[in-house]
């Protein structure tokens, strides 16, 4: 089956309270807990704002070059994001809006392209 990817930005996340992040947290948990009920969960993981960036790597002539902290300023950083393994689109975006509800804030769904995809760029096909 198809993986997507379900995230959101977290400037898209207004201010909130911690007992509002709370509370949303245990409905986004309720939904993760139906997602693995369902067989559908691969992996969550939230928070990740732009501080807990570790470093950037770049090549530069063929050598991995290392910068601490985030690359680049932009006002765009993943806050959350959650990959679910499903059948076509259409389960993956009502996966999402359940997410959208809980957290009341936008998500953003990605497919993931599968190996054979990623192996027909390769050969040119």
């Not at 975006?93 to 497919?111: I, K, M």
Request: charged residues 30%; negative net charge.
């Amino acid at each position: 089956m198809p993986q997507y990817l379900i995230a959101f930005n977290d400037e898209w996340v207004g201010h909130h309270t911690i007992e509002q992040l709370r509370a949303k947290s245990k409905a986004s948990l309720r939904v993760i807990d139906d997602m693995k009920r369902d067989g559908v969960f691969v992996f969550t993981d939230g928070g990740i704002g732009a501080d807990t960036a570790l470093c950037s790597v770049e090549s530069k002539d063929g050598e991995a070059v290392f910068t601490d902290g985030p690359y680049v300023e932009t006002k765009e950083h993943l806050g959350g994001f959650c990959v679910v393994s499903v059948a076509d689109d259409d389960a993956a975006r009502t996966w999402a809006g359940r997410l959208a509800v809980a957290l009341d804030w936008p998500q953003e769904v990605h497919r993931f392209p599968t190996r054979e995809e990623i192996l027909q760029l390769k050969d040119g096909e």
